[in-house]
């Protein structure tokens, strides 16, 4: 358990964090902790966990994607379009959205691998590619999805959120095989050093290129769920969904320098953020001045990913000398 808890110390102090803040807004909340309250705080906790699962992969191979929010934009425009119909053009129609997702990140692998270009100037270029797409798609928000479909996946199943039970999925289905695999560990070792790595063996660039698909993959998740809960498109969407993600992986103990991290943190440090927009909801702050209050949420958690990667570097420097 020591050896756990030392492990895992930034997710399990996340996760206390979470569940305090959670039980203040339950308590504070007019109708408590029904299954609608729950279930409406769990589908805006999930789309940014999504997001920030997408921001994850990026930071974890020692990257930032700016184009996040963007995949998640442009999928969600797309499955305005083709999310409708019967069974089986609505699967096509989930395939072609998270086949979407995936490309936007793999091309964005591809230009940070081939192009030598630094992952967070490619993401503000391809950022602004995506959104000019989605705008395209839908220059104003419509569309329709199946009501059917989209209430299956937001409501709840025997009381209990369905969103939770997607993310439970992700975790216990995905992410913890997945991190025992060799790509899984890849991720972490190209993070950790990049020519350790490639020295070690480890085929570096099909491991960045995966960290970038996957990241495209997960956002373009985050824009079908959101595609449910609104059963409408938008491509106005991008920008807050991107700065949330990395304050989300930040809060969550993901390290913006690299190899240390966990997707379970990532979602922790969603939930953290969507349940500290919602308690300013209930306080009584005035709405005018709950930006202002997000902003600083989001200034200190960058910073303290800002200051981790200053004094990693700093002790390399102070190695080297």
């Not at 992952?119 to 928000?141: D, E, K, Q, Y």
């Not at 956002?219 to 959101?226: C, D, K, R, S």
């Not at 919602?278 to 958690?301: D, H, K, R, V």
Request: glycine content about 12%; hydrophobic content about 55%; proline content about 3%.
């Amino acid at each position: 358990m020591r050896d756990f808890a030392t492990a895992y110390r930034r997710e399990l102090i996340a996760g206390v964090v979470l569940v305090v803040l959670l039980t203040i807004y339950l308590g504070t909340h007019p109708r408590g902790p029904s299954t609608y309250v729950m279930t409406i705080w769990a589908n805006q906790c999930v789309i940014l966990g999504l997001v920030a699962i997408a921001q994850f992969f990026a930071v974890v191979v020692r990257g930032i994607d700016l184009s996040v929010g963007a995949i998640m934009a442009l999928t969600n425009t797309v499955a305005s379009h083709l999310l409708d119909g019967g069974s089986g053009a609505i699967a096509v129609g989930i395939v072609a959205v998270l086949g979407t997702g995936a490309l936007c990140g793999l091309l964005n692998g591809l230009l940070v691998v081939f192009g030598r270009i630094q992952p967070i100037v490619v993401t503000l270029a391809t950022a602004s590619i995506f959104v000019g797409l989605a705008l395209i798609l839908r220059p104003t928000p419509g569309g329709q999805v199946n009501y059917d479909l989209a209430d299956a996946m937001t409501l709840d199943l025997f009381g209990i959120p369905t969103a939770l039970i997607i993310t439970a999925v992700i975790v216990f289905a995905f992410w913890l095989p997945f991190r025992r695999t060799g790509l899984g560990l890849g991720l972490y070792a190209v993070g950790s050093s990049e020519q350790a790595a490639f020295q070690s063996g480890m085929p570096v660039t099909v491991i960045r290129l995966a960290a970038f698909s996957l990241a495209g993959l997960f956002a373009g998740l985050a824009g079908l769920f959101y595609s449910f809960v609104t059963t409408t498109g938008d491509a106005g969407i991008a920008a807050n969904f991107t700065l949330n993600s990395i304050a989300a992986v930040v809060l969550g103990g993901v390290l913006l320098r690299g190899g240390t991290g966990s997707l379970i943190g990532a979602l922790i440090g969603a939930f953290i953020l969507k349940t500290i927009a919602s308690l300013m909801f209930f306080s009584g702050i005035p709405s005018l001045a709950q930006p202002l209050f997000e902003g600083l949420i989001l200034a200190t958690a960058i910073a303290i990913g800002g200051a981790d990667i200053l004094r990693s570097r700093h002790r390399l420097e102070a190695f080297g000398r």
